[in-house]
């Protein structure tokens, strides 16, 4: 080491090399004699807070060998420094890890941060010089597709599924080239797949001694999605048989009250007579009847009662001997509360009404919706706006929403009511929910729900054969035992449901394979679990990786 030199970021190491002899890196052969010197620059992993740069002082050396056609070569400096390397190889490394987790822009982010200043290409370059591990050839396999871009571009993933490793990336989903690898790589006994006919057919070709195993959650899927063409069939039947059950008759609303009642008439506060200008120049005072107490006038009244229950409490505790401390825990109250209520009685709350541009138009208004039926709150803004009003409309149309209840003898709430109220009604059961009922055990479901499926299989015999046919299929998977599948698919090909007897002949041709599925333990999760892995990689690349930068990054991360 000849020397240091540190800045405010940075640190500078001057080396140089001691060694006395260096060998040609094209014949071996040992060399002591000296051609020149230059100096090497090359970056280190930061150290605290200031990052590395190595000065390094390095020679050229004659060749002693008459018979090697290099005349000079420079020194080679080991494994931690490679030839024409402008990092150190541990921070090569460092930053190949951070580009395998991180990508070129996130990483190059990343790794500013942490005081190495790399570029986003020069990461993607790293990801490229890493050596994807060649794995031995699975003994079960996994095999799924995943899209590039939906409905467009897929490819293929391969998964071991004893280990989880991914095994390999293949650019399309076509049945030649994962034929192809199939044939590259013998030796996979098991296959676990979809229901895909590429790769079923693939399989054959390629292994036809592997036992292919085809998925339960796809056979589940292909037997939920001709439920549900079926009950579509006959939705427009069975709406009839469900609404006595799911909808009973909707009560009419009641007629708008052309007078609002005692309880509703307008509010005249002590002390302050509405006056509003009308068409004339001269104003007239409007009578009004006074309303009862509105909702919030209640709650304080109420929450007053409630502060004089708790101060006799306190009173009552306290008058037995108990301490501050002692009278809270017991109460729940804080300490503070419990030493203001010894002191004195709560005192009832006094608000300041605040005026608004509305308050002096009110009486108009519930005069007009009251005595004269006008509800229309358009029409009211703009008689208000001819009066002298200068506010926006939307607070017309609450203020007269909020009169609409109380002419229907609704009482107002705290929360402001914006629309009209409307009878409760009930919607049909979809024909996605009732074809769960005809999946589902009936423990299941609740008391409406049995009722209606019992009615439904009754009077439409179609759906009563179709849930038969499904509970001893779906009893059959949730057993495990494939013993009754060739039965099933003979009775379900003869049931006389045209959509069960597509799914039949579909599951009589990949008979093998949805047998191994039924009784083997091999399942796609985890190749569904791997594809969105690579999704996230896919998409953290903002989806313009090419398929050879995704493959190397995802099998090597």
Known sequence: MEGVDLNSSKLVVRLTSSVGAADCPLCQTASRKVHSYYTRHLKDLPWADFSLDLELQVRRFYCSSAQCPKITFAERLGREVEAYARRTTRLNQKLQHLALDLGGEGGAELALKWGI???PDTLLRLIAKVEVPQLKTPRVLGVDDFAWRKGQRYGTILLNLETHQPIELLADREMQTFATWLMAHPGVEVISRDRSNSYSEAARLAAPEAIQVADRFHIYQNLGETLERIVRRHYAQLRPLLEPIFKPAAQPLPPLATSLPEAAAPI????????VPTKATEPRLLKAEPLELKYWEKRKAANQQQRLERYQQVQALAAQGLKQTQ???????????????????????????RMNKLDPYKAYLEGRFSQEGVDNAKQLYREIVELGYT???SVVSAYVTQLRPLAEGIELTKKRVRTLPKAETKRLPSARQIRWWLSLKPERLNEKQRQALALICQQVA???????????FISMMGERQAAGLTQWISTAQCCGVDELESLARGLAQDEAAVRAGISLPWSQGPVEGTINRLKLLKRAMYGRASFKLLRQRFLAA
Do not use: D, N
């Not at 804080?334 to 005192?347: E, F, I, M």
């Not at 179609?462 to 001893?472: D, H, I, K, P, W």
């Open 117 to 119: 200043k790399v570029s």
């Open 268 to 275: 005249v506060r002590e002390g302050f007579s509405p006056l």
């Open 327 to 353: 009278i809270a825990q017991q109460l729940g109250m804080g300490h503070k509360t419990v030493r203001q209520l010894l002191k004195r009685a709560p005192q009832p709350p006094v608000y300041k009404a």
């Open 391 to 393: 506010g926006c409309s």
């Open 462 to 472: 179609e759906l009563g054969e179709s849930y038969r046919l499904t509970q001893t």
